[in-house]
């Protein structure tokens, strides 16, 4: 199969180049070729909150309408239920798929409005439901899963943060405990490999090929190591000069605390393998998914 292969949710036309892949949910790995491709996927999920809130405003006794039609056209106050709500709610079904339920107090109207959205890269993204009522019952309703606090990113302006990058320095003892590890990860690497794999003196050809592997990996895992770090492993599979193979990356979080106490993903080791054996002895583990970022 082609690395380059990227199909449309929706319309299942093949889309050329992965930046050009639209998601709107980071709990689902599904990609769109253009906004109306996501529209038209999604709303039979955005009908069926709809015909809920008929039932669920039914069962507390109250009208459809309650008078707030003009307030949803304000798209001032769309903008702080988005951004500045009082209260999140986040729930996941039984499949892992997320929904984010805002809660923002309207006090001139002494009333709620409420939103059902997706979240991608961690900030609000497609907008399923809206209603705004005055029913605690109904707000009773719709507050269900767990209360967090706003996940909306907060990240620091660009070039700030490149600055900080700049500046960073790791702790000499973390800088050692990293080379130890990496030298106990390549250790067992040679140890396991097969003779006939890709040739240990031909790795650094492939470095190329790390930077992809995080940026758009096939697989992740998560998996504890015999010094209790929680190691996550990063698989991609390529196809070069009719040569096909595995590029696989071990990383364990680091706290960078030039940028406000943020963690950052440290890569061990990277390497290539062809061996099919190989890439089962490191694809164990705690799978976790991740979508390519636009």
Do not use: W
């Not at 409420?114 to 497609?126: K, R, V």
């Not at 070039?159 to 130890?180: C, F, G, Q, V």
């Not at 040739?199 to 209790?228: A, H, M, R, T």
């Amino acid at each position: 199969m082609s690395k380059s292969l990227y199909l449309c949710t929706n319309c299942r036309k093949q889309i050329e180049q992965a930046h050009k892949v639209l998601f709107v949910d980071q709990s689902r790995n599904n990609g769109f070729c253009s906004e109306d491709c996501i529209v038209e996927y999604l709303t039979p999920m955005m009908e069926s909150f709809e015909n809920e809130e008929i039932v669920n405003r039914e069962t507390v006794g109250i009208n459809f309408s309650e008078g707030f039609e003009d307030l949803f056209q304000d798209q001032a106050i769309f903008h702080q239920v988005l951004y500045n709500p009082d209260k999140i709610f986040k729930f996941k079904n039984q499949i892992g798929n997320e929904f984010y339920t805002h809660f923002f107090e309207l006090a001139e109207h002494k009333a709620t409005y409420i939103i059902i959205t997706t979240y991608y890269n961690n900030e609000p993204s497609f907008v399923y439901f809206k209603t705004i009522t005055r029913s605690k019952e109904l707000i009773n309703v719709y507050s269900v899963g767990e209360a967090i606090d706003s996940v909306v990113s907060e990240s620091l302006p660009e070039e700030i943060e490149a600055e900080l990058e700049d500046n960073i320095s790791l702790p000499k003892e973390l800088m050692e405990d990293i080379e130890m590890k990496k030298s106990e990860y390549l250790a067992k690497l040679l140890e396991a490999r097969d003779e006939a794999d890709v040739p240990f003196e031909k790795f650094p050809d492939y470095d190329e090929y790390l930077p992809l592997v995080l940026e758009e990996p096939d697989e992740i895992y998560e998996q504890e190591d015999e010094s209790g770090d929680d190691i996550k492993v990063y698989i991609k599979s390529f196809k070069s000069n009719k040569l096909t193979f595995f590029y696989i990356v071990l990383c364990i979080e680091i706290e960078i605390k030039e940028l406000e106490n943020q963690n950052a993903l440290m890569p061990i080791l990277g390497f290539p393998s062809q061996d099919t054996n190989l890439y089962k002895e490191y694809a164990i583990g705690n799978r976790i998914t991740e979508m390519t970022k636009n």
